[in-house]
């Protein structure tokens, strides 16, 4: 019983996964953070098998940590999603497969483009506009097809999650929190999706912190005009 959504637009990748963790018809947790952020400009939404998920989504951080260390570099969206697909393809290959589903987005800060990846536990990986994992797939996709449009802002791309979360509510006996992100050219920034506009928030710090840049940074003190020699 689990759901996570993911959407791109114009400039930023959404991401939402479900707070639950449980087995069967039992709940344990209502407070699970099934998003992990990868790099300056990369996370992922991951569910399945408990043990698998958190073993692997910590593999994949560290990895990736470590070839920012390595290299001076964060990696790109499209790498990245290629050695986590050849990680869970190598893996199914082998005695210990992992039982993760997972939603890929970055966004590529060469090329100013959001990149969102499908990747299932078999090792497919898919380029896509919007996707979803889990129950919730089974009632929102359509409701993606229907209301997503190529270019969306960040404010419309919201409507649409919200939409999914709303059909979710209505149409499954299970009952989900939500927790959701969004990464576009400044980072990786977690929404509270009980505010009536989310992005207020993440406007404003980006604000303050524009302004405080500009405080630290030396003003130009005049250049002093060169001394004329007196005529002799």
């Not at 039992?26 to 952020?37: A, G, I, R």
């Not at 050695?83 to 039982?99: G, T």
């Not at 802002?153 to 919200?162: F, N, P, S, T, Y």
């Not at 992100?181 to 406007?203: M, R, T």
Request: aromatic letters at 8%; one cysteine or more; glycine letters at 6%.
């Amino acid at each position: 019983m689990e759901c996570s959504f993911g959407i791109s637009g114009k400039d930023f990748v959404l991401l939402a996964s479900d707070m639950s963790a449980g087995r069967s018809i039992l709940q344990f947790k209502s407070d699970e953070n099934k998003l992990k952020t990868l790099g300056p400009h990369l996370a992922m939404a991951y569910g399945g098998e408990p043990g698998d998920t958190n073993n692997f989504a910590d593999f994949v951080e560290r990895n990736v940590r470590l070839y920012h260390i390595r290299h001076n570099s964060a990696l790109l969206p499209h790498a990245a999603s290629a050695w986590i697909r050849r990680s869970l393809a190598d893996a199914l290959r082998s005695r210990r497969p992992y039982a993760v589903n997972l939603l890929l987005g970055g966004y590529d800060t060469t090329t100013d483009l959001p990149h969102l990846y499908w990747i299932d536990y078999l090792g497919t990986k898919a380029v896509v506009p919007y996707a979803a994992h889990g129950f919730g797939q089974l009632v929102a996709l359509s409701t993606m097809d229907k209301w997503w449009t190529e270019g969306c802002d960040r404010h419309q791309g919201l409507e649409v999650l919200r939409k999914c979360i709303n059909e979710v509510a209505i149409r499954l006996t299970v009952k989900f929190n939500f927790n959701c992100i969004i990464i576009d050219k400044n980072g990786v920034h977690q929404l509270d999706l009980s505010s009536d506009d989310p992005f207020a928030k993440i406007e404003a710090e980006e604000a303050a912190e524009a302004a405080k840049i500009a405080a630290e940074q030396p003003s130009a003190s005049p250049t002093p005009a060169p001394a004329v020699a007196a005529a002799a």
